[in-house]
């Protein structure tokens, strides 16, 4: 008996849950309830419905999802950028072979720390040559690839390396490319860029004073080419690839070295003469003798 009236009451709702239903799809219903049926990570809203920052929305519209990965197939992609640049009309300087042997890789990881203070003596040719083969040297060829000393995804290596040379024995003051196949150095400016250095990286003093600061700067095309945005994520990533690799070889070689996230982009690009957008810094790392 008392089946039957409830069943009688809840056929006597339905017009008006059928009334409530049509209100809602119509847009009749009050805002927050609107925002109820909003997807919890939308394009531009965080979890809790808020704007997103521009660090947020960087990690997440570059998520990878089945479906974004299918989209991002069909986006439309940037030209494949040369793998390798020179620079053809610059003085190049062949550097030593690197064949330091140091100490093993578990004391280099003990010892290493950054260090920002260092002493006037210059480093030496040898040691600089070791640095940059950390760096970026060619280790392997694989389908006509120069395999690195550091991973990258895909094997398309987007980092150029750039070094202010401020102290190194019987080399000119000036600014540097290293040209990873042939292991050499192309020199870029000739001069002494120990305040502009120090300047473009908000006035961190171990930049002028190392005996060479290294510059990572990344060419995104070269990623994004194949992996779309998320590509831009791989860059950064790399970078700190690069960066260990310097700081173990540094503390191998009984040198000091910091990495530098603190930096004017634009300032540091026009020195080395990239246009920040298609090519930009990173990073740096001044490298010292202590
Ligand atoms: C992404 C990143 C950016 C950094 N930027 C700077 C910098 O601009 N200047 C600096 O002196 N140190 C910088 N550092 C170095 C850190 O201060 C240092 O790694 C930290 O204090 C830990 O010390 P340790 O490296 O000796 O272990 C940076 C480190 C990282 C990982």
Redesign the pocket.
Known sequence: MQNIDITRRLRKLMPIAALLTGLIFAGVLPAQEKEKKQEPFGPELTAEGEKMSIGDRFHHETCATWGGAIGDMLRKKPEKPPQYKSYKDAKKIGLPEPNYSGMTVEEALKK?????NYSTKPLTKKQLSQLLFAAQGVTGKMFGTALRTAPSAGALYPFEIYVVVNNVQDLPRGIYHYSVLDHAIELVKVGDFRDQITDA??K?E?LGKSGATFILSAIFDRVRYKYGERGMRFVYME??HI?QNI?LQATSLGLGS??????LDEKVNKLIGVDGQKEAVI??HPVGCL
């Open positions: 290493r720390r950054s260090i920002r990286g908000m961190q171990t970078a700190g960066s700081y910091v990495c530098a996230g603190a930096f990073y740096l």
